[in-house]
């Protein structure tokens, strides 16, 4: 049987834009909710031996885990709507499908500008400070701080819109405050547990 290829493309599009943002937002949980609690209890030799080895590592996979969950998430849906139709952004937001998944692209596109452009550029500062035994830039690092806690508010919702797409064929502006509220309400039910678990008993 032969298969169309732009349903193969589509596909292969599909395949890596999970498995790289599986990679992305699994770091960024791992960062929020377990690196940041770990950390804040180090002393400060500790920190020069552990920072140096481990940040570099996860950032790397972190920050490449985005960008191509960007680009690959642009990529379906310029060739569902200009290469494998004709239908173009008319076409795209008339449905629920192009309803959500605007809402998560939306979301996404802030995520990766704060990996770009504002995490990782300030973190690479922090690893060379830690390592030479300095203090870090207190206002860079609760810079990148912020912009890494916006990064895991928005991935919630944005995660529901990325399966609503195609599983939830309702929208409306509604439907995507609720969403959005209760994303962020589960992310800061989180942010509470987090320095909280993990203990043996």
């Known amino acids: 049987m032969m298969m169309d290829s732009g349903i193969l493309i589509q596909m292969i599009f599909r395949w890596l834009h999970f498995v790289f943002g599986i990679l992305w937002i699994g770091h960024l949980y791992f960062f929020n909710f377990v690196n940041a609690t770990f950390q804040s209890r180090l002393d400060a030799p500790t920190k020069q031996k552990v920072v140096p080895e481990l940040m570099p590592r996860a950032l790397w996979w972190f920050r490449w885990g985005a960008m191509v969950t960007f680009l690959t998430g642009y990529l379906m849906i310029y060739w569902r709507y200009w290469v494998s139709s004709d239908a173009g952004m008319t076409g795209f937001m008339a449905s629920s499908y192009g309803q959500w998944i ?100």
């Open 102 to 201: 605007s809402l998560g692209a939306t979301f996404g596109t802030i995520m990766w500008f704060n990996v770009w452009f504002v995490i990782w550029p300030i973190q690479k500062g922090v690893i060379k400070a830690v390592a030479a035994g300095e203090k870090p830039d207190a206002a860079k690092v609760e810079r990148a701080r912020k912009a890494s806690k916006l990064n895991t508010f928005l991935s919630i919702p944005l995660l529901f819109s990325m399966g609503a797409a195609s599983h939830f064929p309702v929208s409306g502006w509604l439907w995507q405050v609720i969403v959005v509220a209760l994303g962020f309400l589960i992310a800061q039910t989180f942010y509470k547990l987090a320095p909280k678990v993990g203990k043996l008993n």
